[in-house]
């Protein structure tokens, strides 16, 4: 297995035209008007505190913005800050108070759309805390109490679907400390709370906001039809025999019931610069956490395609690193399908949950 890199290589380093994996640790920002990557200069460089913009499509350097003037025009692109207003919305896990705290979506694009004896699509929910973009190695004791219950709630669900098993897992970025420097800029304070580390994104995560994904394992084995068809053979899902407690290479293991869970995770994912990716399978299963590019992470996409008839491959965007190969929403039919899919999930999702008052299921998915 080869070496990917790491998330937190000297930004010292990089020269235009950047690498597609350096492409993807750096942030995505907005002006209204251009969508950009950019990166901060450490201090005591040439740059010190400014910004070098980046294209996306070309890997060109596309100007530079002085300190503190950066965050005055551009913001962090953040797709997943309204999920409320989303076609795939289920709903949302409140506080005791009342207080939005996580939210649960479907992807709108399932896994094994027609698999089965019945054909029947299986959702894949994501659950998106409210009130923040970072991991959830940054959340609050509430929020984290409202992930667990959202997490009961999804696996109770997928259970009731033909005895569906739920893993979880999410790629998660640290805090971008560099853009918090540039709001705070000429600080002292600031600059002796946040230090000059500088910090990467996670290259596997596609939206810069935290978020944990419930994948649904089957029971048993099933035919995944879309791959067999796309095969010229019968491709067969392992489903939940695909996984294990157990997972080997460098992650690190963390016992998810402690009341400090994110000051855990925030400590194992330390010697990767803060960013991580992590893995559970079932509510109460071990978890593990481990850097984004290396052979745990590899492992977990290869057991994923095992337990649904996919394939996991080295991805280039990832400098070789091993990724799910997923059929995508490009054709027409296939969308149509995944989208009829997700009308009958949502109402499936708002019957289970009307009886369960911790969640504040989407008033319209019962038709």
């Known amino acids: 297995m080869g070496d990917h890199g790491s998330v937190t290589n000297d930004r010292q380093r990089w020269h235009p035209p950047f ?6 640790e750096m942030w995505a920002y907005s002006d209204g008007d251009r969508t950009v990557r950019a990166y901060r200069w450490p201090d005591g460089t040439a740059e010190s505190g400014n910004w070098t913009l980046v ?13 503190g003037e950066f965050s005055r025009r551009f913001r962090p692109v953040d797709v997943f800050a309204e999920v409320t ?18 939210d649960l979506i479907l992807d709108r694009n399932p896994f094994m759309l027609a698999n089965g004896p019945h054909r029947t699509a299986r959702p894949h929910v994501l659950m998106v805390p409210r009130r923040h973009r970072d991991g959830w190695s940054s959340a609050t004791a509430p929020e984290l109490a409202a992930r667990r219950t959202a997490m009961t709630v999804v696996a109770d669900w997928y259970r009731s679907l033909d005895g569906g098993h739920t893993v979880f897992a ?6 971008n400390r560099d853009y918090l420097r540039d709001t705070e800029a000429g600080s002292a304070a600031a600059a002796g709370r946040l230090g000059d580390a500088t910090v990467r994104r996670n290259p596997r995560q596609e939206v810069q906001h935290a978020h944990l994904h419930a994948f649904y394992a089957e029971q048993g084995e099933t035919e995944n039809h879309e791959s067999s068809a796309l095969a010229g053979r019968t491709v067969i899902a392992q489903g939940r025999s695909a996984f294990s407690d157990a997972l ?75 990724n799910l190969v997923r059929p995508t929403l490009a054709d027409a039919s296939r969308r149509q399908a995944a989208q009829r899919a997700a009308v009958e ?14 969640v504040a299921a989407r008033p319209d998915a019962r038709g």
């Open 85 to 102: 207003g989303f076609p795939t919305y289920l709903g949302t896990v409140p506080a005791p108070d009342g207080t939005a705290l996580v």
């Open 248 to 322: 080997g290479g460098d992650a690190v293991f963390v016992e998810a019931g402690t009341a400090d869970l994110a000051d855990a995770v925030r400590v194992a994912a330390q010697p990767w610069g803060g960013s991580y990716c992590l893995y559970q399978s079932g509510v109460d299963g071990p978890l593990w956490v481990m850097p984004a590019l290396g052979p745990s992470q590899d492992e977990f996409n290869r057991r994923l395609a095992r337990a649904d008839g996919l394939r996991a491959a080295p991805d280039p965007r990832l400098g070789g690193a091993v």
């Open 55 to 67: 294209d996306e499509a070309s890997g060109s350097v596309a100007g530079v913005v002085r300190a």
């Open 170 to 175: 999410a790629n998660d970025s640290a805090p």
């Open 345 to 358: 999930h949502q109402a499936s999702f708002a019957a289970f949950a009307a009886d369960r008052d911790v």
């Open 19 to 24: 690498t597609e994996v350096e492409l993807r």
